[in-house]
């Protein structure tokens, strides 16, 4: 397959990264603004001298938030692979085009209904079904008009991964305009949303490149595609270690979220305005470290585990030291150096699964991002129930620092990506499953194949 040149290729760059950046921006808006909800905080007996509200009490997370955003994790991780098969079979553009129509919803609920607690639910659920249809999908789109692994298409993605800033942005804006505008701030992204879906419209296709010259229509491997491929993408070992990485590198992020503007309140009498500008940092240095990412990866070649190592690594340290923050400077800073670490890590992860994607399964793409935001969408689950007991005498988020640099001893394992067949579950049951071999073939496209089954004997 050779890259698609022209108008085509840019305008769908540019959409999916575009429906990137809303996803990130709706949910990270409301971020600063959940320490105005009554409900959102709850009183709990004293375990810190800091955090302390009056004599007996401190003030974290209420359970109720914990379990909003909890939903999002929870709709996400059920609706990725069935978003990845989708995409599959009728191509990535339809599934983009679902997650937009969901965004535009939210928009309007927010918008116009307010932010009662029910509202808020509805919207965070509604939130994992944005994420399954365009977080990874997007990626997948964008990865998709390459042929191969390239510095453009590095700096591509490193510019699309820059949505991670966006949630950090959006709050900062966010912070600065519900003063005047209150709830009807969501209503501005209702432009923005129909823009993408016009531009989504005039290139849209029910196929995907890759999956179009995978074996020059053959229905053999149809029938594969939909039953042994699948389970082998499911099983590979390597994918559930990207997928392991990403969702650690993630759950500081997403167990912030929920109890980030309460901490600030109660630790440092922050509000809206002041945490805006720590996320406003926030997106900086994620933005830094995803650019600087792309410019490193290409030189690394085969030894990019060494770098998603390091980045895990820093990515822990500072949760281990940001409990005990003398002032909101300071733990301002640690965030960032967070978000700097976990950004790196990510974006690593995310060229790792494309290259498993390329050399193992090119007819089941979507289906590999789709397992890569299972880890994505494990961390935003997990994330809020550890909310409320973020800070205080467990610091748990020192205990999610340290699971951050444990896991990247696992990267030593995520080396040969681009062999044809990586260590795989399934291998372990040959009387169990089909044996699936890849046969490159000579004479046809870079990226064409040959599928042979076998049935064990007897």
Request: with cysteine.
């Amino acid at each position: 397959m050779a890259d698609i040149s022209g108008k085509t290729k840019w305008l769908r760059i540019a959409t999916s990264i575009g429906a990137l950046y809303l996803d990130s921006c709706l949910h990270g808006a409301i971020v600063p603004i959940v320490a105005e909800w009554d409900w959102a905080a709850t009183d709990v007996p004293l375990t810190t001298n800091r955090s302390q509200t009056n004599g007996n009490e401190e003030t974290r997370a209420s359970f109720a938030i914990g379990a909003i955003f909890l939903s999002t994790g929870l709709v996400e991780i059920g609706l990725s692979p069935i978003a990845g098969m989708t995409a599959d079979q009728f191509g990535f553009d339809l599934v983009i085009l679902i997650g937009l129509l969901i965004g535009i919803l939210k928009c309007l609920l927010f918008g116009l209904l307010g932010t009662s607690i029910v509202i808020v639910s509805t919207n965070r659920v509604l939130q994992g079904a944005l994420s399954a249809c365009t977080q990874t999908i997007a990626m997948a789109r964008i990865r998709d008009v390459y042929a191969k692994a390239s510095p453009e298409c590095a700096n591509v993605m490193a510019i699309a991964l820059c949505k991670m800033a966006f949630n950090f942005f959006a709050g900062l804006v966010i912070g600065e305009l519900y003063g005047y505008l209150k709830y009807r701030v969501f209503l501005l992204f209702l432009p923005i949303s129909l823009l993408l879906i016009i531009g989504v419209l005039i290139t849209f296709r029910n196929d995907n490149f890759h999956s179009k010259d995978k074996s020059n229509g053959k229905d053999e491997c149809e029938q594969n595609s939909s039953g042994a491929v699948r389970w082998r993408v499911i099983c590979d070992v390597q994918l559930m270690i990207v997928t392991t990485c990403c969702m650690f590198s993630t759950l500081g992020q997403s167990s912030l979220e929920p109890s980030f503007a309460v901490w600030m309140k109660s630790s440092f009498e922050a509000g809206p305005k002041s945490t805006g500008v720590i996320l406003g940092l926030c997106g900086v240095a994620s933005i830094t470290s995803s650019l600087a990412s792309a410019q490193i990866q290409p030189a690394l070649q085969h030894r990019s585990w060494i770098f998603c190592m390091a980045s895990l690594c820093t990515a822990g340290v500072p949760l281990l030291l940001v409990n005990f923050s003398p002032n909101i400077v300071v733990a301002g800073v640690a965030l960032c150096t967070h978000l700097f670490g976990a950004t790196a890590a990510r974006f690593t992860l995310l060229m790792m699964c494309s290259t498993i994607a390329n050399s193992r399964y090119p007819q089941s793409y979507g289906l590999v991002f789709a397992m890569f935001n299972v880890g994505w969408a494990a961390s935003f689950l997990l994330g809020p129930l550890l909310a409320s007991y973020l800070f205080g005498s467990v610091c748990v988020i020192c205990i999610i620092g340290a699971a951050c640099i444990a896991s990247s001893l696992l990267t030593v394992i995520l080396q040969t990506l681009d062999s044809k067949q990586g260590p795989n579950i399934m291998d372990c049951f040959p009387n169990d499953y089909p044996k699936y071999q890849i046969v490159t073939s000579t004479g046809g496209p870079p990226l064409s194949y040959e599928e042979e089954i076998q049935q064990p004997k007897d």
